[in-house]
């Protein structure tokens, strides 16, 4: 409780009042959205009066609140409901100013209540507060692990055994977090390590618990942070001991981190989404909750939750997957050996840079700097790709680009890396990005610098990256490991609506109308005049022509208009003949699907999410079960497109690799171009995402030049017998 103010106090106390009464009236808009606010908090599960005082700060003043939280605080001591005063503890922590003695008072409270699991991990959530509010980085109490049903927090072994898995993460992030000693052995570092990888375990427990994915997404962000601290250790170790393995151990940290909700799909329900009846995995989550929850808290005992999911929800038997299901580094090198491929991946924290990069026999790691000066070439990169000043200033624009592209890859990106890997000699790059580096167009990064002169974007004169590699990008390693059937067969469905320029969008992030597309069907037909397959041309190409069909072929191919909702991603759209097919939507389609070919704008953009990645259209079809997709970074040309497209399905068919295919198609395109119209803004902005597979066989016109030389043969020893 407060000592009694002073006068001079009171009259500051009065000064406020008055500002209070011109600023918040009794009608103003202020007290409205402040007692609209408080009316939800108090009408929502979990919360508290106190809670509700601490948000509805941020609209009153400071003093009022703590008035309020202070009158709560009597009330909670002389109550007999514990949760009541944990609630109330946590507030304290937060809005009073290092409140010991009254946190002291709880604490003895709370104590005396008789022991529980329930009023222990009470207990310890306090304790963990009070340990908060200690001056320094004082270590946390070992009753708290004690309390949580973990007597050494190093005994870890399924997140369930404790009393609450959120109580324990923030227990581990209290004892792990702090910085290391200066001079810390290996043993120090390696007891940090495996909190740290505790921690982590839990939060992706706490991750696949969620039914929003909202909440799984807010969970994901705090992963990578946690997961630096341990690649630095991992790091620090492989100072003291080169040969332990510790750079492998970076990598696979580096992996929990990325694209974290699709690599759950990946391990656990995907496969088994046969039809569009299969249960939403949420409502089966949501199910295990209301009946472990029947007769007390959820996490009191754990048991329970396992029996009663083992005994009533058999279906979630595989979820989420075991602890112990994590990427296997020797299929990963298996694969990459088997590819040819060499393995670069990025992971952005603050200022630093960190790129492994795999070759199939080790692990290596190279640094480098996140600073301002390699976020503007990369802007400067950028802006040259997506605009069309090559057009009205060709020689700056050129210069502009050609600076930027050979010093992000000689300087920052590939070169450091590349250099360690030329006796492999590799043919083909999988690319992992990380942050804004999923918005560059590998392709056409410059391996060498430009020559002087009049601007020429031709291949002649500038050494783009493509004419060397195959490129592939992956949100993980696990994204882009091929275990699915080998060498399908190829067949298109192409889907191509009719826009005449007065569609009007559905989507309010969308421009509307959407413009005309000249060249989509043109292009659709031209793909079905290579391949094996069917098109859906102007009123057939509708939602129903993709869920009709969705095992009639190996491929779609989309030729249409897409949206991008920057605020929220999972309403971004395609646009078909019959409406718009949302990215939420497509995500639920219960895909089989080899590649989808999204011949659209913006398709593989999106808003970056920390852990996670791009939430694009086309993570919403990996996320539905296609292994691969080709999608586009930024708004493209319809004609240049139509020309584009046709020459990939060309290779395609030939029995090329999907990235050998992306490759060539954009090779011969630029051979077909003048020096300006080979600019990369037409070309760069596809790229292909998830696996590079080969598929089995050609398209069915060079089956039916086989046909007619058989015929051909036939007459002819036909002729010779009969000449005979």
């Not at 407060?2 to 106390?13: D, I, P, Y």
């Not at 929502?44 to 003093?63: K, Q, R, S």
């Not at 207990?123 to 708290?144: K, T």
């Not at 059937?485 to 959407?514: H, I, Q, W, Y």
């Amino acid at each position: 409780m407060r000592t009694a103010v002073s006068w001079f106090s009171f009259a500051l106390l009065g000064l406020l009042l008055l500002a209070m009464q011109a600023g918040f009236g009794q009608n103003s808009p202020q007290t409205r959205q402040a007692e609209d606010l408080y009316d939800q908090i108090m009408s929502a599960d979990g919360f508290n009066e106190a809670l509700g005082y601490e948000i509805l700060g941020n609209i009153y003043p400071e003093y009022q609140v703590l008035q309020q939280a202070d009158r709560v605080y009597e009330q909670a001591m002389a109550s007999d409901n514990p949760e009541e005063i944990t609630q109330l503890a946590s507030q304290l922590a937060t809005v009073q100013h290092r409140p010991l003695r009254q946190m002291q008072a709880l604490i003895q409270r709370l104590r005396s209540f008789p022991p529980s699991d329930t009023i222990n991990r009470m207990l310890a959530a306090v304790l963990m507060d009070y340990n908060y509010l200690q001056e320094g980085d004082e270590p946390l109490s070992r009753e708290v692990f004690q309390l949580l049903g973990a007597p050494d927090s190093l005994q870890l072994a399924d997140p369930l055994d404790w009393t609450d898995p959120g109580l324990a993460l923030e227990a581990l992030l209290g004892a792990y977090r702090s910085p290391l000693p200066a001079q810390a052995d290996a043993a120090t570092l390696e007891k940090r390590l495996t909190g740290l990888r505790h921690c982590l375990e839990l939060l992706h427990f706490l991750r696949r618990a969620r039914t929003a994915e909202a909440d799984r997404l807010a969970l994901a962000a705090t992963i990578p942070a946690l997961a630096h601290r341990a690649m630095a250790i991992c790091l620090l170790l492989h100072q003291q001991a080169p040969q332990a393995g510790w750079w492998e151990e970076a990598f696979l940290l580096a992996e929990q981190a990325k694209s974290t909700l699709l690599s759950d799909q990946l391990q656990g329900y995907v496969a088994d989404r046969d039809d569009l009846d299969w249960p939403p995995l949420g409502k089966q989550l949501r199910l295990a909750r209301q009946l472990a929850t029947q007769s007390g808290s959820f996490f009191e005992q754990p048991q329970r939750l396992r029996e009663l999911v083992d005994q009533q929800l058999p279906q979630l038997s595989h979820w989420p997957p075991a602890p112990s299901a994590q990427l296997s580094l020797a299929a990963v090198q298996a694969q990459l050996r088997e590819q040819q491929t060499l393995l670069i991946s990025y992971f952005l924290l603050g200022d630093e840079g960190i790129v492994f990069h795999l070759d199939g026999q080790q692990v290596q790691i190279d640094h480098f700097y996140w600073n301002k000066e390699t976020q503007t070439a990369l802007q400067n990169f950028q802006s040259e790709m997506t605009g069309q000043d090559f057009l009205k200033e060709p020689t700056a624009a050129y210069q502009r680009y050609t600076k930027a592209a050979f010093w992000l890859y000689e300087n920052v990106l590939l070169r450091p890396a590349l250099r360690h890997h030329r006796q492999s000699a590799p043919k083909k790059l999988l690319i992992l990005p990380d942050g804004a580096l999923w918005n560059l167009p590998f392709s056409a990064l410059l391996s060498s610098q430009a020559p002087e002169g009049e601007p020429s974007y031709s291949p002649q004169q500038l050494d783009y990256l493509v004419k060397t590699y195959e490129l592939t990008t992956a949100p993980s390693a696990l994204a882009w490991l091929d275990d699915g059937d080998p060498n399908l067969p190829l067949k298109v469905g192409a889907l191509a609506p009719e826009f005449n320029g007065d569609a009007m969008a559905s989507r309010t992030a969308c421009v509307s109308p959407l413009p005309a597309l000249n060249h989509s069907m043109e292009e659709a037909e031209a793909i079905i005049s290579r391949v094996k397959g069917q098109v859906f041309l102007g009123s057939e190409a509708r939602l129903q022509a993709l869920t009709a069909s969705r095992e009639e072929f190996t491929v779609w191919h989309i030729a249409t208009h897409a949206c991008r909702d920057q605020e929220d991603p999972s309403q971004s759209a395609l646009f078909l003949q019959d409406g718009s097919l949302t990215a939420s939507q497509i995500a639920s389609l219960p895909l089989q699907l080899q590649l989808v070919v999204l011949s659209a704008c913006e398709t593989q953009s999106g808003p970056y999410r920390a852990g996670e990645g791009v939430l694009s259209i086309g993570r919403a079809f990996l996320q539905g079960g296609a292994r691969a997709l080709i999608g586009s970074l930024w708004p493209v040309s319809d004609a240049a497109t139509a020309e584009l497209m046709p020459l990939f399905y060309d290779a395609l068919a030939g029995g090329q690799s999907t990235s050998g295919a992306l490759q060539q198609a954009q090779l011969n395109y630029l051979a077909q171009q003048d020096r300006l119209s080979a600019h990369p803004h037409y070309w760069a902005s596809f790229v292909l995402v998830g696996q590079d597979q080969i598929f089995a066989t050609a398209g069915w016109k060079t089956y039916g030049w086989y046909v007619l030389g058989a015929i051909f043969l036939v007459f002819v020893i036909f002729g010779a017998r009969s000449s005979r």
